[in-house]
């Protein structure tokens, strides 16, 4: 690991200089793809220079520990004893951010929501969820557009779809899809009784023209007028798009871009990060049945997530991580559900790769 280190910093410097050549300055496009790569290797290279300091104090504290003045050996025991501990916690932190990046963290994500079990309380739970993700994706900067809604007249939805665009979006999403349930007392029971319902979220990977070339002969488009319960998902001309992509009978609806030639534009991109994502699942399971994530970022039927009301809680089945403030969670504040996420998967790959 410590030679693999040795070369990333190498060429971490390589890339600081870069940066402030003139040449390099003067092209945006490299200098961008520097500063990218720069970023990237930081984090190591701080835990690696924290990891070098901890040596050194580890190999002075030894120097110490032979002199025969006995206040001097205690404070070498202790400071070897600090250094070593310190050196252990960053061996492990940096394992992890060796681990292979994953090539679609830093695209945009195409967000699919479905109203599962429970009726018009499973269709008020995925506007909740709707709700919640453009409000994640707000502060955080990322941009927010709205594809296609099927709304009801309780203000629910049926099925709702977006995309959320900003460098990272992926890798703060991925874990988000699967089952999501709720459990509390719907706006529609007057007794009062706790009721459980469902809703499936899909997070798509954004395709680029790299990553799936779309054959326009295997698409059926056609045209109809926005559907809803009102409001502005509905308009009396036919300018919302339905797509169908013939060989598989994958369904792509946009309807909430201004014009015809818009939706269509988006529904294709819709279509495009579907088939994408389709196609990369395909080769993951024909490589290996055995590498599968412990947190699962894919399946649309694991049970991934409870939101509990009366308790104020929402839970995590994958990671076991229960945390009370179910407000503030709903209003966005997802980030301490991801990071937790994050490390998980992680520490799974590494354990993956240490068992191999």
Do not use: W
Not at 115 to 143: S, T
Not at 206 to 221: G, H, K, R, S
Not at 275 to 283: I, S
Request: charged share 30%; aromatic share 6%.
């Amino acid at each position: 690991m410590t030679d693999k280190l040795t070369q990333i910093e190498k060429r971490y410097q390589e890339v600081e200089a870069g940066l402030s050549d003139a040449n390099v300055v003067s092209d945006m496009e490299r200098y961008k793809a520097l500063m990218k790569e720069y970023k990237e290797l930081t984090p190591i290279m701080e835990a690696f220079g924290a990891y070098k300091k901890a040596n050194a104090d580890l190999e002075e504290a030894q120097l110490l520990l032979g002199e025969n003045d006995p206040e001097l050996k205690e404070l070498a025991e202790l400071q070897a004893a600090e250094a070593t501990d310190a050196m252990e916690k960053l061996e492990e932190e940096l394992k992890l951010l060796l681990l292979p990046k994953d090539p679609d963290d830093d695209k945009n994500v195409v967000v699919e929501i479905r109203a599962g079990a429970g009726g018009e309380e499973a269709c008020l739970f995925a506007y909740v969820l709707y709700r919640m993700y453009h409000m994640y994706a707000d502060a955080n900067r990322f941009a927010f557009e709205l594809a296609y809604c099927n709304e009801t007249e309780l203000g629910g939805m049926k099925e709702v779809s977006f995309l959320i665009k900003g460098t990272g979006a992926y890798a703060k999403l991925k874990y988000e899809s699967g089952v999501h349930r709720v459990q509390r007392v719907p706006e529609t029971e007057s007794q009062g009784r706790i009721q459980t319902s469902t809703a499936t979220v899909a997070v798509l990977p954004e395709a680029e023209e790299v990553d799936y070339q779309l054959n326009m002969e295997d698409l059926e488009i056609t045209t109809h007028k926005s559907s809803g319960a009102g409001g502005q998902h509905v308009n009396k001309t036919e300018s919302a798009i339905r797509i169908i992509h013939k060989p598989t009978g994958l369904v792509v609806d946009c309807q909430d871009q201004r014009s015809q030639l818009q939706n269509k534009a988006k529904a294709i991109e819709i279509m495009k990060s579907r088939l994408a994502a389709m196609e990369k699942q395909k080769a993951e399971e024909a490589q290996s049945s055995k590498r599968r994530s412990q947190i699962g970022t894919g399946d649309r039927s694991e049970r991934i997530r409870t939101y509990n009301y009366p308790q104020g809680r929402v839970t995590d089945h994958r990671i076991g991580l229960s945390l009370y403030d179910l407000n503030g969670f709903l209003n966005g504040n997802l980030e301490e559900m991801i990071q937790a996420l994050s490390m998980a998967d992680r520490t799974a790959q590494l354990s993956g790769n240490e068992e191999a």
